[in-house]
């Protein structure tokens, strides 16, 4: 029998690393739920047509599908082959899959919206904290099966919400002691750039090509341009856009003089502004900055556009979101307006574990052993720890009668604090003994004494 291996891309998570991502996880909703969100969850699944179509081409092409049950049945034979025949030529075909693993938080949330709009009260502000599924290449920091975090306010256009996603943002990051520096743009100033390149419908082509400027720089981004039909003149002027530095402001009043004939530009710019101008932060502790390289290159969004990067580390994102005024018109119900942002946990659980940010306490499981050292000792022993539980005291008895040796073991491999021990004598006297297995230090209480204990 082969070694049994994992899918590429995925990974098995023990005790230690499952209570960090928890930690990650539980910080985050504690901050969703102090600005009232409320948390959701939607199935792994998805209807293929659901999601196709709503990332682009790029994202489209990372999309896992599902084969449909029964195509290995002999009834299905010449119809599975035509199916294959289809999809190798760039088509998909219902008779080979109709459903995918969800790509995103977003659209699924954007298609529960759709089905259940006259049940929810607007504005309707929700958190979801589950797996996503990318057909991405696996490398540092990129998992084909990974979590995400999202916030979403839809039923409201103001850009309050905004600030307050900012906000959050900055609270959970500050309570992971990640300093961070929150980037900002909006799609608007992007369409007004396209808008100075020949035309709107140039829009998708130049964002995709910038959201590549960090992976590749701005040689590579120029080529693709014109791989993707821009001619030297309109790749120039992306590329002076793109070198545009200098404070918020400076930014801002650059673009404002390059922007002045674009009413679509003047709104992005004026966007900016009023979310510039409100108090975001609760910490101090992290830079909101106007990134005008920031592109994000989903076709869904319409307005101001996050993206949030930890500092003095190498990694890709960890956050981003944006506006999307009219995702539930893609499926059939117009009109309600959204903005969200998501935390990428698995790339947060890297950084802190590379910066060493981690509190120890975040890795701690059992903090008492009971020695089980008889029938009658282990009964009383199985009382007290029953007793300590009840206190919120995290125990365990060993599962059998062993050498003193063979316990110590045990308690040294789980990393167990305390030791607590009765034998024939102590059960007689009422006593146990406590032996702090870090210092090495013992002590006897009696059982009454073992209840007040601080472990």
């Given at each position: 029998?082969?070694?049994?291996?994992?899918?590429?891309?995925?990974?098995?998570?023990?005790?230690?690393?499952?209570?960090?991502?928890?930690?990650?996880?539980?910080?985050?909703?504690?901050?969703?739920?102090?600005?009232?969100?409320?948390?959701?969850?939607?199935?792994?699944?998805?209807?293929?047509?659901?999601?196709?179509?709503?990332?682009?081409?790029?994202?489209?092409?990372?999309?896992?599908?599902?084969?449909?049950?029964?195509?290995?049945?002999?009834?299905?034979?010449?119809?599975a082959k035509t199916a294959f025949e289809n999809v190798l030529a760039g088509k998909n075909d219902?008779?080979?899959?109709?459903?995918?693993?969800?790509?995103?938080?977003?659209?699924?949330?954007?298609?529960?919206?759709?089905?259940?709009?006259?049940?929810?009260?607007?504005?309707?502000?929700?958190?979801?904290?589950?797996?996503?599924?990318?057909?991405?290449?696996?490398?540092?920091?990129?998992?084909?099966?990974?979590?995400?975090?999202?916030?979403?306010?839809?039923?409201?256009?103001?850009?309050?919400?905004?600030?307050?996603?900012?906000?959050?943002?900055?609270?959970?990051?500050?309570?992971?002691?990640?300093?961070?520096?929150?980037k900002i743009n909006n799609r608007k100033i992007l369409a007004a750039l396209a808008e100075s390149?020949?035309?709107?419908?140039?829009?998708?082509?130049i964002t995709v090509a910038i959201d590549k400027l960090d992976k590749i720089g701005i040689e590579?981004?120029?080529?693709?341009?014109?791989?993707?039909?821009?001619?030297?003149?309109?790749?120039?002027?992306?590329?002076?856009?793109?070198?545009?530095?200098?404070?918020?402001?400076?930014?801002?009043?650059?673009?404002?003089?390059?922007?002045?004939?674009?009413?679509?530009?003047?709104?992005?710019?004026?966007?900016?502004?009023?979310?510039?101008?409100?108090?975001?932060?609760?910490?101090?502790?992290?830079?909101?900055?106007?990134?005008?390289?920031?592109?994000?290159?989903?076709?869904?969004?319409?307005?101001?556009?996050?993206?949030?990067?930890?500092?003095?580390?190498?990694?890709?994102?960890?956050?981003?979101?944006?506006?999307?005024?009219?995702?539930?018109?893609?499926?059939?119900?117009?009109?309600?307006?959204?903005?969200?942002?998501?935390?990428?946990?698995?790339?947060?659980?890297?950084?802190?574990?590379?910066?060493?940010?981690?509190?120890?306490?975040?890795?701690?499981?059992?903090?008492?052993?009971?020695?089980?050292?008889?029938?009658?000792?282990?009964?009383?022993?199985?009382?007290?720890?029953?007793?300590?539980?009840?206190?919120?005291?995290?125990?365990?008895?060993?599962?059998?009668?062993?050498?003193?040796?063979?316990?110590?073991?045990?308690?040294?491999?789980?990393?167990?604090?305390?030791?607590?021990?009765?034998?024939?004598?102590?059960?007689?006297?009422?006593?146990?003994?406590?032996?702090?297995?870090?210092?090495?230090?013992?002590?006897?209480?009696?059982?009454?004494?073992?209840?007040?204990?601080?472990?």
């Open positions: 029998m082969s070694k049994p291996t994992l899918p590429q891309g995925t990974r098995d998570f023990g005790p230690d690393t499952v209570r960090k991502r928890l930690y990650i996880t539980d910080s985050i909703k504690q901050v969703f739920e102090l600005y009232g969100f409320e948390p959701l969850e939607t199935p792994a699944m998805e209807n293929l047509e659901t999601l196709m179509g709503k990332y682009g081409e790029e994202g489209d092409k990372l999309i896992f599908k599902i084969l449909n049950n029964g195509l290995n049945d002999p009834k299905n034979t010449d119809k219902k008779n080979l899959t109709e459903r995918a693993l969800k790509y995103d938080l977003t659209i699924p949330f954007a298609r529960y919206i759709a089905m259940n709009h006259g049940q929810l009260t607007f504005p309707y502000k929700r958190y979801q904290v589950q797996p996503v599924w990318r057909a991405d290449r696996p490398q540092k920091g990129r998992y084909r099966e990974f979590y995400q975090c999202d916030a979403d306010v839809v039923g409201s256009t103001s850009l309050i919400n905004e600030v307050e996603l900012i906000g959050i943002y900055d609270r959970v990051f500050a309570l992971l002691n990640i300093p961070v520096e929150i390149c020949g035309g709107l419908e140039k829009m998708t082509d590579k981004v120029k080529e693709e341009l014109q791989q993707r039909g821009l001619n030297y003149l309109q790749v120039d002027i992306i590329a002076q856009y793109l070198q545009i530095e200098g404070t918020n402001i400076q930014k801002l009043d650059h673009i404002t003089s390059l922007f002045a004939n674009s009413e679509t530009g003047t709104q992005g710019i004026k966007d900016l502004k009023y979310i510039l101008d409100y108090p975001y932060s609760l910490s101090g502790k992290n830079e909101l900055q106007v990134d005008l390289t920031l592109a994000r290159g989903l076709n869904y969004y319409t307005g101001a556009i996050f993206e949030v990067k930890a500092k003095n580390i190498k990694m890709g994102s960890i956050g981003g979101g944006g506006r999307y005024d009219d995702l539930t018109g893609l499926f059939g119900v117009p009109g309600i307006p959204g903005v969200g942002i998501s935390f990428g946990v698995d790339r947060i659980y890297d950084v802190l574990e590379e910066l060493q940010l981690f509190p120890d306490q975040v890795t701690g499981g059992t903090q008492v052993l009971f020695f089980n050292l008889g029938i009658a000792e282990s009964k009383k022993a199985f009382a007290l720890m029953q007793q300590l539980r009840a206190k919120g005291v995290r125990c365990e008895i060993y599962h059998e009668q062993a050498k003193f040796d063979k316990q110590f073991k045990y308690a040294d491999r789980k990393h167990i604090t305390y030791a607590v021990m009765i034998g024939s004598r102590e059960l007689e006297n009422e006593t146990c003994n406590i032996k702090n297995l870090v210092t090495g230090e013992q002590l006897t209480f009696s059982f009454n004494e073992l209840q007040a204990y601080t472990f």
